[in-house]
């Protein structure tokens, strides 16, 4: 293909890494992205090329906000990690005793930490649902904080890979007030991260591009109850992102609308907890015990070993760099944000076109191994 133009500016050492991304576009099938680093607050990788919209030959712009799917969790993770350190909740807090229902069915000892770390078991519904069942999030909440789970409580781990969006929402709403969405227009406007599309944003975002036939229900080949329940109930099509039912929604684990310099800018400011109290979002206390394991082993969702903290998954198979400490959150197809809290770096990327590995995207690897090798010149 064409050459693609890449804007945007690069550190003295990065040069590498605006080299992998250039070769995404011209070796591995990248249409619209963009890659962001921050280093102890300041951005020394900003970058970003290729189209937003094909259809439209419209370019990907620095502000061209896409649909991040999973990358959202991480984002909500932080938000409730501000509500932590705020004193308005504690990890170990049960959540029963916020909300009373919720201990039906043995749940009244979980706490909000087994919560955000998928040990609960309500991977989703038990009953079919359509979409329609996303689209009411207090309801989703109130029907999910009733159920039966799928395991006892803390025995296991496997991925609540849309429930937990609404059930962190409905204990955001009783702990603080306002929902996570009211919480991310007010606080993290400056980040320009949203939850769902807002109307007057819907000019720069960048629609998905998806293979043909992908679905949520391709990502286990043999489905048992808590999968059926997490990954195909209903089956996710890709393209659903450009529905503007779902960019109205607001689904904390999935429907987040974001740039990657706003995702790498807020996980530099959570960060800031170890070195730069003046702009931490958060204390160095909170911090920890926020980003502190607190499930490992294999995740009986997504059949893979996980490192599960509150909110985030911790840095397993290298998919964050080398550093174990690494944090962050991938989304379904692509893109990324996480944090290496050793090294001060923040790092984002977002993308249109989702590509079919659940693990090992190959321009993630490339973008990440092309980020560590800059570290090794230094």
């Known amino acids: 293909m064409a050459a693609i133009t890449i804007n945007g500016t690069c550190a003295p050492g990065f040069e590498p890494v605006a080299q992998a991304f250039a070769a995404n576009f011209t070796e591995r099938g990248e249409v619209g992205a963009a890659f962001c680093v921050f280093a102890q607050g300041e951005a020394v990788v900003d970058i970003w090329g290729g189209l937003a ?18 990358t959202t969790k991480g984002l909500t993770g932080i938000a409730l990690a501000m509500l932590v350190d705020r004193g308005r909740a504690a990890y170990d807090d049960k959540i029963a005793d916020i909300w009373p229902e919720f201990a039906a069915h ?11 770390s998928h040990q609960v078991g309500l991977t989703g519904f038990r009953d079919p649902v359509s979409m329609e069942a996303f689209y009411d999030p207090e309801e989703a909440a109130d029907r999910l904080a009733q159920a039966e789970p799928f395991w006892a409580p803390g025995t296991q781990a496997g991925y609540h890979a849309i429930s937990i969006g609404f059930l962190a929402d409905g204990l955001f709403r009783r702990i603080e007030g306002r929902s996570v969405r009211q919480f991310f227009t007010e606080e993290f406007a400056a980040y320009d991260i949203h939850l769902g599309l807002p109307d007057a944003q819907w000019h720069r975002h960048a629609p998905v591009i998806a ?12 489905l048992n109850s808590a999968q059926i329940a997490a990954l195909a109930n209903p089956p996710l099509d890709p393209l659903i992102a450009n529905d503007p039912a779902w960019q109205q929604a607001q689904i ?11 995702i790498a ?10 070195s730069d109290p003046e702009r931490t979002l958060v204390s160095a206390r909170t911090f920890e015990a926020a980003t502190a394991v607190r499930f490992e082993g294999t ?15 911790r840095n397993s198979n290298g998919a964050y760099g080398p550093d174990e400490s690494a944090f962050g959150h991938s989304g379904w197809g692509g893109s990324f944000g996480f944090a290496d809290p050793e090294r001060g770096w923040a790092v984002a990327y977002t993308m249109n076109r989702m590509g079919s590995d659940l693990i090992g995207d190959p321009r993630n690897l490339a973008l990440v191994d092309a980020l560590y090798k800059t570290a090794v010149r230094k």
């Not at 293979?211 to 043999?222: C, D, G, I």
């Not at 904390?252 to 706003?262: I, L, V, Y």
């Not at 800018?265 to 170890?274: E, G």
Request: hydrophobic share 45%; with cysteine; proline share 6%.
């Open 53 to 70: 919209d094909p259809n439209e030959a419209r370019a990907w712009k620095h502000d061209t906000l896409v649909n991040v799917w999973s």
């Open 106 to 116: 043995g749940k009244a000892e979980v706490t909000i930490a087994q919560l955000l």
């Open 211 to 222: 293979p043909p036939a992908m679905s949520s229900e391709a990502l286990a080949m043999e």
């Open 252 to 262: 904390p684990s999935a429907n987040g609308f974001a740039t990657a310099r706003g």
């Open 265 to 274: 800018r807020l996980y530099d400011s959570f960060i800031a907890a170890r």
């Open 299 to 313: 995740d009986s969702v997504l059949g893979e070993p996980a490192r599960w903290a509150c909110g985030f998954l």
